[in-house]
Structure formats: structure tokens, C-alpha cells
């Protein structure tokens, strides 16, 4: 019996234990020996670890202690912050309201997995979140609607984008919704020669607007942490990144260890991320979406737009997806909606004004009706005054001549009788 009693209890935990280790997946050993001695690692649902780094401001956000450099590969983020190699090019940043920022393991490298806003004064910067996934053949792929905060920006002017401490001279948080407004959004990334390239906004429009000369560098990929530089990369000619191919990181999943339970749960939609693999297909209850889980007008196929920059053309890069069908259906439904009502408030105004041009020519017709009317018996009595005085005029003239004549004649008598006389 107490054998019996000693196997049973062998075979159960090994069971269980077998299920809880096989439970975390997502966690290569090279990012848990690398990150535990600056942050925690926290399982904040089944099967779902994040990392979460203590020592941090309060205003802190990701991708802010570094710098940018266009690579090869396109921008390139230099973190200068002791986890920042691996952090800042494999997985997605999110923030939570009860954990604050935490990171969500991913095993696709990238130079910078960011998203992009500009205009023509600020460029600005923030992190994908984990619902960003990537594929060949779209790119950048979200699996539910999610708009990043204007809080979790970084605005900066084109002059010091491509300065050494870009972090002195971000925008302030009073100042990041007025730039966000005004900004377009825009995420370019594409995969060729088995490398994920970030173009993000366009090279020759920051030179441009800069004034600077910006060279490209190229990339030198190493799996030994301690060639790289913590203080950024020094050497102008190249630079120097931590990379680590895919299997071998699926292989070294960490297994022997116990990691924290999260004390909340997290508002991060956990069915809607994947920790193993971000550039998995969908399956067919992704592209079955409904009405009302949609995404709002302003964040119907935007994200999956790059542009052409000598032209400045929107070009859909998701052409051959599922999902492009019912995008065009929804979008066009919406777009008549708001057409028709946007023409019914049109017609509403067009007949208002209308009817006020009416009413403004006609009360401008009998002010000139009575006008002409007001000169008109102006005149006439103009006329009559004239005729009159010129009535008089004649009458004094004809009146002095005859008396004239009556004296001349007078004298006349008077002189004959006067010689007579004499």
C-alpha cells in the first residue's frame, strides 16, 4: 500500500507540475536572465507573462532615453537604458492602469516597433501595442480597434528628431493633444531579405525640413551582449544590435521557473494578443467580425496605409486580405450615411440662404423703386421753382422798358414847351 500510496503522488505531480510548466509559454531564456535584474516578471493571466521594470520615473514612457538613426533597416531606436536592446526590438509595450507599463514578450525583430504621427513643424513617435501584429505579406495587422493615447506620444521638432538626447526637447503633456489633432498617422514597415524594415516617415522630408544631412549606417547583428555598448552606439560607420533568430528563441522557453501572479487583473485583452507568435495568420473567427465590435470610421483601414512620398498617394498595402472586403462594405455604409445626412443639413442651408437672398433683393427693389420716385418729384418741383422766377423775371423786364419809354416822352414834352415859351 504505501508504495501504491508513493507512485500515485509521483505521477500526480509530475502531472501537475508538467502542466504548470508547460502553462508559460512566450519567455525565452535570453529575455529572463537579461530583464530580471531590472524589473519583475508577472503572470497576469493563464499562459501570459510581462515583464514590468521598477526603477522609473513617473512621467516615464518607452522609446524617450535614446535616440533615432536611419539604418539599412530604416529607424533605428538607440536605447541608452540597460534593458533597452531588447526591449525596444522584440515584443510591445502597453500600458496598464494598475501596473503601469509593461512589456508583452514577442520573437520578431525589428529595428523599432513604433507607430508614426508628423505634420509639417512636429514628428512624433509612440509604441505599438501588443494587439499590433506582424505579417509578410500586410505588415502591421491590428486584432481589435485601439486608439494610443495622445499621453503616450512623443512629439519633437524635425531639428532636434535627430539629435543624440532627443528626450530634452519633447513636447511637454499640456502640449501633445493640440499636435496629435493636427498630425497624420502613419506606420510603414516591410520585410525583405529576411529582415523587418521600420521606414516610418519619410527620410528625405526630415532632411528637408531639418536642414540636416542624415547618412545611413548599417547594421551589425550579434547574439553576445557584451560587445554591445549600454551608452548607445558610438561608432559612426555601423551599428552594433543584439539579434537572436526565432527558434532558437522558441527553443530556450523558460520552464523552472515560478513567476509573481498578478494581484489584479489587467486591462489588457488577453484573446486578443499572441505571445508566442506575431506573425501568425487569422483564423476564421478574427475575420468574422461584427457589427458592432467595428471600429470607429477614423480607424477603418488606416493603419494598414503607407504612402508614396514623391507624390504623397495613399497606397493600401492589405489588398489580398479577407478583411479588405468587409472594411470596403462598412466604410461605404457609413460614408452614405453621413453623405445623406451631410447633404439633407446642406439642402436645410442652401434653402435658408435662398430665402434670405429673396427677401434682400426684394426690400432692395422697393428701397430703389422708392428712391426714383423721391428724385422724380424733386425734379418737378425743381422744374416749377425755375419756371416761376423765370415768369417774374420777364414781367420786371417788360415793366421797366415801358416806364423807360413813358419818361423818355415826359422829357421830351417838357423841353417843347419850354422853347415855346421862350
Known sequence: MKKLIIILTVVIWGVFGSSTLNAQPGVSSYFYT???????????DYGVVVWKPVIMQVDWNPYTQGRWIWTVDG????????????????GRWYYD??????????????????????DDVYIGWAPLPPYATFSVSIGIRFTRSYYTPYSHWNFVRYNYFYNPHVYRYCVGPSYRY????????????????????????????????????????????????RTLEVRGNKNNGRVKT???????????????VNFKRGERKSTLDVSKIRTETFSGRKTNKDTKLKRNEFPKRNDVGVRNVTKDNKRDVTVRNNKKSNDRNLYKRVETKQRKKINDNINKTFKKKTNVKREKKVERKTVRRNYDVKKREVKKTEKTVVRNKTKKTEKKVIRKTTVTRKDTKTKRNNTRKRRDVKTRTR
Do not use: C, M
Request: charged share 25%; hydrophobic share 30%; glycine share 6%.
Open 97 to 118: 492602469d494598475y501596473y503601469g507599463w509593461i512589456w508583452v514578450p514577442g520573437y520578431e525583430y525589428a529595428p523599432a516597433w513604433v507607430e508614426w504621427r508628423y
Open 75 to 90: 529607424w533605428y531606436w538607440d536605447s541608452y537604458e540597460p534593458f533597452g536592446y531588447i526591449t525596444y526590438h522584440y
Open 242 to 256: 543584439f539579434y537572436v533568430s526565432r527558434d532558437e528563441l522558441k527553443r530556450s522557453v523558460v520552464r523552472d
Open 34 to 44: 537579461a530583464l530580471t535584474p531590472y524589473g519583475q516578471w508577472i503572470e497576469i
Open 178 to 225: 493640440r499636435i496629435y489633432t493636427r498630425t497624420k498617422y502613419r506606420t510603414n514597415y516591410s520585410y525583405y531579405n529576411g529582415r523587418v524594415r521600420n521606414y516610418g516617415v519619410d527620410v528625405n522630408i526630415i532632411r528637408t525640413r531639418s536642414g540636416q544631412q542624415i547618412r545611413q549606417r548599417d547594421i551589425v547583428r550579434t547574439s553576445e551582449v
